[in-house]
């Protein structure tokens, strides 16, 4: 057998041996995050270049340090390509990850103390959309739309009502666990009536809208925050992108107002992945992401389960299991032992605690990365079905012949990037 890292294994041969164990992990299990995915060995290869020993305070043309003779050209190629893929007048590559990119917006645009609005965290929005316990609900003064009980859905007569009495600074759309089409240009009206800067935080749909598979806010919204790691399938990273009117503001509050030195081994990897994104098939892996969450939805609707919005419109799904009468994390625990990796989550209006809530959040980015199609998500719902039902009644037997099902499946389906054994 070829060792895989063998510099790293001569090296260090505790670190390799759990770097092996988790490429085997990885290659073993159905991995249903829907914030996760694999990358290209392209994309892993550029993440690990020797780009990462270079110091670039500054942007290309403009650094704080010499020799950025090919820096520059790796920083602007990304900037580039973000551009082109996404239609933005300005592209800022160096956010280390998808908080520090929003904390940039927050400083652009709105001084300690102001109104901010977002999505509340336990109805799918993310902590760092002006949540109570991240610092962007504490130095701000977070106000917080949600989505109506009865359809799981955005009521946007409620996001207009309290943008307009609290009067908002700045005001994010997207989230984390919203399983349905974000309605940027309602959004925008909203923004716009009341005097706020509108941000589009498309971190987890970012790869569906550069593959045509979900309207781009671009047309509607201010800046564009996204990190390059989930449906985009690049490094784990983050771009602001905007209007031309906003670039000044948005590059300085990236550097110098929050960070250093850009992390351009990071950058090498989302051009790549950037390079990848506009090529046909990606467009096809996107709309095949969204064909796969469809008809895992659909099959999971007719085991009985209760998903939140009644289903999906793009890569995710939340399911509520309240109705199977089991907890969210002791489903979760178990399909981790059946070779099933999703993650506990609240369900709008949960009334369990956010630690060991009602529900569990699937996606499809990973297993269309691994070439499943709709044919397949029968068999998908059928194990998470199981799953569950062996959770609820302590069946460690039931799970264990899931885990053999599975990792027969996903050995079929070799992962981009990793070995094949
Ligand atoms: N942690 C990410 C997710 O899983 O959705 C969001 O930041």
């Known amino acids: 057998m070829t060792v895989r890292h063998p510099a790293l294994a001569a090296t260090d041969p505790a670190l390799a041996a759990l770097v092996g164990a988790e490429e085997r992990l990885q290659a073993e299990t159905l991995r249903l995050i829907p914030s996760e995915n694999y990358v290209s060995a392209a994309v892993l290869e550029a993440s690990g270049t020797v780009l990462q020993n270079k110091y670039s305070e500054g942007y290309p043309g403009r650094r704080y340090y010499e020799g950025q003779q090919n820096i520059d050209q790796v920083e ?3 900037i580039d390509r973000a551009k082109a893929v996404f239609g933005v007048d300005h592209a800022n590559v160096q956010p280390y990850s998808g908080s520090p990119a929003n904390l940039a917006v927050y400083l652009a645009f709105a001084q300690p103390g102001d109104t901010v609005m977002g999505m509340a965290l336990p109805m799918g929005g993310h902590l760092t959309h002006g949540w109570g316990v991240s610092a962007t609900g504490s130095w701000f003064r977070g106000v917080q739309y949600g989505v109506r009980a009865d359809t799981g859905r955005i009521d946007f007569d409620e996001v207009r009502e309290l943008a307009l009495k609290e009067r908002p600074k700045v005001i994010f759309c997207g989230g984390t666990a919203l399983p349905r089409t974000i309605d940027f240009a309602a959004f925008a009206e909203i923004a716009q009536e009341a005097g706020a800067v509108l941000v589009a935080d498309i971190a987890h749909i970012a790869g ?3 593959g045509g598979a979900h309207p781009s806010p671009v047309p509607h919204v201010d800046v564009v925050s996204t990190t390059t790691h989930k449906t985009l399938r690049g490094p784990r990273g983050a771009m602001l992108m905007c209007r031309e009117e906003h670039a000044k503001a948005i590059d300085k509050a ?5 960070q250093g030195g850009p992390h351009n081994q990071t ?6 992945a950037l390079h990848e994104a506009s090529q046909d098939s990606f467009r096809a892996y996107a709309h095949a992401v969204v064909a796969n969450a469809k008809a895992l939805a659909e099959a999971l609707l007719e085991r009985g389960f209760d998903l939140v919005s009644g289903g999906t419109d793009n890569h995710l799904i939340l399911m509520d299991l309240t109705p199977k009468d089991v907890p969210g994390k002791v489903a979760a625990k178990a399909l981790d032992r059946a070779g099933i990796v999703v993650n506990y989550n609240t369900v ?4 369990r605690r956010p630690f ?3 529900g569990v959040r699937i996606g499809t980015p990973s297993l269309t990365s691994r070439g499943l199609g709709v044919s397949d998500m029968a068999v998908v719902a059928d194990w998470i079905d199981r799953g569950v039902a062996a959770a609820g009644r302590g069946d460690e037997a039931a799970l264990s012949v899931v885990r053999a099902e599975v990792a027969e499946l ?3 389906h070799p992962a981009p990037g990793l070995p094949l054994a």
């Not at 990236?254 to 929050?258: C, D, I, T």
């Not at 950058?267 to 790549?272: D, K, L, Q, R, S």
């Open 76 to 78: 602007s190629l990304a």
């Open 410 to 412: 996903m050995a079929a």
């Open 348 to 351: 709008p209006y949960d009334s």
């Open 356 to 358: 060991d809530p009602s």
């Open 254 to 258: 990236v550097f110098p107002g929050l």
């Open 267 to 272: 950058t090498a990897g989302i051009a790549v």
């Open 208 to 210: 569906l809208i550069a």
